[in-house]
T-cell receptor, first 111, second 114 residues
Framework: RKEVEQDPGPFNVPEGATVAFNCTYS??????FFWYRQDCRKEPKLLMS???SGNEDGRFTAQLNRASQYISLLIRDSKLSDSATYLC????????????FGQGTTLQVKP | DGGITQSPKYLFRKEGQNVTLSCEQN?????MYWYRQDPGQGLRLIYY???????QKGDIAEGYSVSREKKESFPLTVTSAQKNPTAFYLC?????????????FGPGTRLLVL
């Protein structure tokens, strides 16, 4: 299994749709997780951190399933501005600052 | 206005040439990182530094070198030994290096080989 694996997509959805992405990770000792958003040809920006079973911020919900070692990101009521690549990120090893990035899932929201 | 700056935005390298990418932060962060991103791939760690005057190799350090003489600066040199340097280079920083620390990224430098 890859250390962090994501379905690259693209996911093409209409405005207003609900869409979910999954990310699987191999390090069962990981305690914290991140979702970053990356717009085309730009730097990644933090969307959400996940430390316990999940986190919610407006239309965005992240859920963690430790038993199955996956994290999901749910986007409700999709906007055109949500079109981007979403990166799943997992710490590489304990307290070194090293992160492992998934290859990203691309979302295209259509009018 | 705090943040991370990278320069130049675009850089062209000739065969056999060393080039240096600049990364500066005024966030007073201890840790800094260099990543490389190739099309359709995730970010890969080149070098990282947890504190001034100390740095560690990441997963793909061959052909690269760094220095950390000042807390706010972490320049990356792409040497002629790096045979495939064309990529998007991203610098990041974080307050510390715990697993819960958020990394903040600069705008990146695109390196192209002529």
């Amino acid at each position: 299994r890859k250390e962090v694996e994501q379905d690259p997509g693209p996911f093409n959805v209409p405005e207003g749709a609900t869409v979910a992405f999954n990310c699987t990770y191999s390090n069962s000792a990981s305690q914290s997780f991140f979702w970053y958003r990356q717009d085309c040809r730009k730097e990644p920006k933090l969307l959400m951190s996940v430390y316990s079973s999940g986190n919610e911020d407006g239309r965005f919900t992240a859920q963690l399933n430790r038993a199955s070692q996956y994290i999901s990101l749910l986007i409700r009521d999709s906007k055109l501005s949500d079109s981007a690549t979403y990166l799943c990120v997992v710490p590489y090893s304990s307290n070194t600052g090293k992160l492992i990035f998934g290859q990203g899932t691309t979302l295209q929201v259509k009018p | 206005d705090g943040g991370i700056t990278q320069s130049p935005k675009y850089l062209f390298r000739k065969e056999g040439q060393n080039v240096t990418l600049s990364c500066e932060q005024n966030l007073n962060h201890d840790a800094m990182y260099w990543y490389r991103q190739d099309p359709g791939q995730g970010l890969r760690l080149i070098y990282y530094s947890q504190i001034v005057n100390d740095f560690q190799k990441g997963d793909i350090a061959e052909g690269y070198s760094v220095s950390r003489e000042k807390k706010e600066s972490f320049p990356l040199t792409v040497t002629s030994a790096q045979k495939n340097p064309t990529a998007f280079y991203l610098c990041a920083s974080s307050i510390g290096f715990g697993d819960w620390e958020t990394q903040y990224f600069g705008p990146g430098t695109r390196l192209l080989v002529l």
